[in-house]
T-cell receptor
Framework: DGGITQSPKYLFRKEGQNVTLSCEQN?????MYWYRQDPGQGLRLIYY???????QKGDIAEGYSVSREKKESFPLTVTSAQKNPTAFYLC???????????FGDGTRLSIL | AQSVTQLGSHVSVSEGALVLLRCNYS??????LFWYVQYPNQGLQLLLK??????LVKGINGFEAEFKKSETSFHLTKPSAHMSDAAEYFC?????????????FGKGTLLTVNP
């Protein structure tokens, strides 16, 4: 079945450490997205990519980095510059403008 | 930029009762609107979408939403709540112009269904 796979489901980070969250899709979608979800705040866009080798900052990009070297993969790195990284991170993809986004099951990141 | 307001962060209904979740949007052009549902520790699942074809949109699990341009609203309804409907619901609007890949989400409404 086609879908979006996020791994790991749970991730723990030590202070000062970078961690990378994986997102893979087999839907053949051009566009991919990363969101951060905090209780009561809805979803906030971190980064998005409309096409391979191109990506744009979202509303809360500081302390995060991404790459888009392959169409099916869009990993997110949470750097040590992100001072409050504890959250639920969601990856999504769609075929293009105005199309519904399909979501993975998320990665929950916590600080040790 | 677009914005989405979901009135009521928490709605509680009895099993079998009407479900009404409110969503108002701001948009300077005809919008594309979406409702998503999220169960605990899972991603979002699309319930339905409005793309200007019809003002009353039917979705999955018996949900429907009506687009009212004069009220800039896209409220979600279900005639009879089921225990399995307990989840968080998000309304979203597609950005226009050069940012039309992006969705703006409301803050969500948590639906509780009481037996």
């Amino acid at each position: 079945d086609g879908g979006i796979t996020q791994s790991p489901k749970y991730l723990f980070r030590k202070e000062g450490q970078n961690v990378t969250l994986s997102c893979e899709q087999n839907l053949n979608h051009d566009a991919m997205y990363w969101y951060r979800q905090d209780p009561g705040q809805g979803l906030r866009l971190i980064y998005y990519s409309q096409i391979v080798n191109d990506f744009q900052k979202g509303d809360i990009a500081e302390g995060y980095s991404v790459s888009r070297e392959k169409k099916e993969s869009f990993p997110l790195t949470v750097t040590s510059a992100q001072k409050n990284p504890t959250a639920f991170y969601l990856c999504a993809s769609n075929e293009g403008a105005f199309q519904p986004q399909h979501f993975g099951d998320g990665t929950r990141l916590s600080i040790l | 930029a677009q914005s989405v307001t979901q009135l009521g962060s928490h709605v509680s209904v009895s099993e079998g009762a009407l479900v009404l979740l409110r969503c108002n949007y701001s948009s300077s052009v005809p919008p594309y609107l979406f409702w998503y549902v999220q169960y605990p520790n899972q991603g979002l699942q699309l319930l339905l979408k409005y793309t200007s074809a019809a003002t009353l949109v039917k979705g999955i699990n018996g949900f429907e939403a009506e687009f009212k341009k004069s009220e800039t609203s896209f409220h979600l309804t279900k005639p009879s709540a089921h225990m399995s409907d307990a989840a968080e619901y998000f309304c979203a609007v597609s950005e226009s112009g050069g940012s039309n890949y992006k969705l703006t989400f409301g803050k969500g409404t948590l639906l509780t269904v009481n037996p």
